[in-house]
């Protein structure tokens, strides 16, 4: 399973990417200036989401309410469906 997201943030021109690819265990973020972050596992990148990112961050709100619903249920479910 894999779950990829794009987001345009206003602090750069590149957007933010969060993955999650279980088949290749790769749990990663890579932000607008080119840095990332890498974890463990999903939950620690979710948690790490949660704590770091806000709507208030992205040029679309929506899109970033949207990933959080599915990193959430996917944390309270496994799944993101």
């Known amino acids: 399973m ?3 997201f794009s987001l345009s ?3 750069g021109a590149l957007p933010v ?3 999650i690819d279980e088949d290749n ?3 990663m973020i890579r932000k607008s200036d080119r840095s990332g972050e890498y974890f ?3 939950l620690e990148l979710i948690q790490w989401v949660k704590a770091h990112f806000h709507e208030d961050d992205f040029c679309h ?3 970033f309410r949207r990933m959080l619903e599915k990193l959430t249920d996917y944390e309270l479910n496994g799944s993101y469906y």
């Open 2 to 4: 894999k779950m990829e």
């Open 9 to 11: 943030s206003f602090d």
């Open 17 to 19: 990417e969060v993955t």
């Open 25 to 27: 265990g790769r749990y």
């Open 40 to 42: 463990n596992s999903p």
């Open 61 to 63: 709100p929506d899109e």
